[in-house]
């Protein structure tokens, strides 16, 4: 069986099949799988169809709905009849939280989807019927599912359909789901009002006798059964026995209404003597709380009054305000108006008058000019408005422009200091001694020994150019030799003098220490040496010494100062 199942589920997944194939299959595969004897086979079977996830794919067949025909719809039934047998006694094991929290409710809703589809549909009762009856056989086997289905979008959708045979089936498949052992001890307490509410409001709504008789036969058949539940329940349905009464006697299930109302009436008379002393409780304590809320009501008017009141004066102090401001400016505007108008009529009857004395031929001589002289105002005036604008839209351009010159001023400025700063303190020469050039005895000796060798080597004497440039590179690379041992000497005798001068080591510091080093690779190697040869000598014994053990031999110092070339190193050191 494990074969055909994956042979099932790989045909399903492969995407070849449409929809009505796929259907066809499924119907094809669980009723075969179905077709077991025995209990506990069955329940391993329906399991192991859960398990691995036949059942999974059934769901969103019987959500789709594309144009099918009759048989189309025959087989979703079927189907979805199938999936619900198959959903009851199926014991997923490990996935079982999965199972009654995930899988059963979409079953059930697409169930009720699927009802909803067939519902619109003529041709399509006795389908309607089959799946109602897959829902009746699933909630009989997990009556959780019972909020659900009661609360659910698309059962309302059923419950508003104005035909009585989908209304009749409704209320018969909570009978027959209501008839299973144990469904309603199993239900909560909301779910049965839910229940009830759905069988009153049936009977308030319906006017068919069918339906009405069997919304009566649903609630006697769940005060029958769960008395001690139900019965407080249905006082909750104020009226309804009087509705009962009135509305629904003669209709052929008199006797059924005779026992319902019996039941109201009789609970109705028992629960004033049990919960008088509820209600009085219940009174005593609202009119407490009335009376506290009506005192503090009253404490906080006052209060409120004077609120009240003082925003009103001061809003109204505003409007007054503005309305007298308003009618200031207007009345101001109107007296410049009048002062304008009386101003220029004025000046009319001025200029008039004046014309009248002006002699004939002098009067367009008059007018020319006024008119030039009005438009040299206009003129004057749109040449100030033109050059204000002008300056104001080039002020950013002229701050700019300055700002640029301020800094290539400022850049010429520290490059005069600069150069005025480095030619009054010029860089310091190196720290060597005699670098300062030639002096002018020097100076006029070389010019004596260049006139000499140009006595003796006269021009035409046979020496050719390349001979005096190559004596002129080696009396120059002479000089440059000459010049640096001069230096070499000179700064050698400044560091020996330094040393004589130098602190003893118990007082010298890191910093004096430091400028005791020489720049100088090879003296500093050769410094190096001659210490460590001191070392090697203060160590030896006394045989090697001649027996002298207070002084050593001056031979390394007569050696170094021969080396260097008879300069004055020192006196003798101390072991």
Not at 353 to 369: C, G, I, K
Request: charged residues 25%; proline residues 3%.
């Amino acid at each position: 069986m494990e074969e055909e199942l994956l042979d099932v589920k790989r045909q399903l997944e492969d995407g070849d099949l449409n929809l009505e194939q796929k259907v066809c299959l499924l119907n094809n595969s669980l009723n075969k799988a179905l077709q077991t004897d025995g209990g506990v086979l069955v329940t391993a079977v329906r399991s192991r169809l859960y398990l691995g996830g036949l059942l999974s794919h059934c769901v969103p067949l019987m959500t789709q709905y594309p144009r099918m025909q009759l048989e189309n719809w025959a087989a979703l039934a079927t189907l979805a009849q199938l999936t619900s047998v198959c959903c009851v006694g199926a014991e997923p094991g490990e996935q079982s939280q999965a199972f009654h929290r995930l899988f059963l409710p979409s079953v059930m809703d697409g169930l009720l989807l699927l009802a909803t589809q067939l519902m619109r549909r003529e041709q399509c009762v006795s389908l309607f019927r089959k799946v109602m009856d897959s829902v009746c056989l699933l909630l009989r086997s997990h009556p959780q599912l019972t909020t659900q289905v009661l609360s659910s979008e698309r059962y309302e959708q059923i419950q508003m359909c104005e035909d009585d045979n989908v209304t009749l089936l409704c209320v018969q498949m909570w009978i027959h789901t209501c008839t299973g052992k144990d469904f309603l001890s199993e239900l909560s307490d909301d779910s049965a009002l839910l229940l009830l509410n759905e069988a009153v409001s049936q009977l308030a709504v319906s006017s068919a006798s069918s339906v009405d008789g069997a919304s009566v036969r649903l609630i006697m058949l769940m005060a029958n059964q769960q008395e001690a539940r139900v019965k407080p329940l249905l006082l909750s349905f104020r009226g309804l026995d009087s509705l009962l009464d009135k509305d629904w006697r003669g209709r052929g299930f008199d006797q059924e209404v005779d026992q319902l109302i019996a039941i109201i009436q009789s609970d109705a008379r028992i629960l004033p003597q049990a919960c008088s002393e509820r209600v009085r409780a219940a009174c005593l304590i609202q009119a407490a709380w009335r009376s506290f809320q009506t005192r503090r009501r009253l404490r906080s008017l006052s209060r409120a009054v004077c609120k009240v009141q003082r925003r009103y004066r001061s809003r109204r102090r505003q409007q007054q305000e503005h309305e007298e401001e308003q009618r200031g400016e207007e009345e101001l505007r109107f007296q410049v108006c009048v002062r304008r108008q009386q101003a220029r009529r004025k000046f009319h009857q001025k200029q008039r008058q004046l014309l009248q004395l002006l002699p004939p031929d002098q009067v367009q001589w008059y007018l020319q000019e006024c008119e030039r002289r009005a438009a040299v105002v206009i003129q004057s005036y749109w040449r100030g408005f033109r050059e204000r604008q002008r300056y104001n839209t080039h002020t950013l351009r002229h701050t700019h422009t300055q700002q640029h010159a301020a800094r290539t001023l400022q850049r010429a400025v520290r490059l005069f200091l600069q150069k005025r700063r480095a030619a009054k303190f010029p860089p310091t020469s190196s720290l060597w001694i005699g670098q300062e050039g030639l002096s002018d005895s020097r100076r006029a000796e070389l010019q004596r020994q260049v006139d000499q060798q140009v006595f003796l080597l006269p021009v035409g004497s046979g020496v050719t150019r390349q001979e005096f440039e190559r004596l002129h590179q080696e009396v120059h690379l002479l000089r440059r030799g000459n010049r640096r041992l001069e230096a070499l000497l000179a700064h050698t005798h400044t560091q020996l003098e330094k040393l004589r001068e130098a602190p003893p080591l118990s007082v010298v510091t890191a910093t004096g220490a430091d400028s005791f080093l020489s720049p100088s690779g090879p003296i500093a190697a050769r410094a190096r040496d001659s210490h460590n040869a001191l070392l090697q000598a203060g160590r030896l014994p006394w045989w090697r010494t001649g027996g002298d053990d207070d002084t050593f031999s001056p031979a390394p110092l007569q050696e170094l100062e021969a080396e260097l070339g008879g300069l004055f190193v020192g006196g003798q050191i101390k072991i």
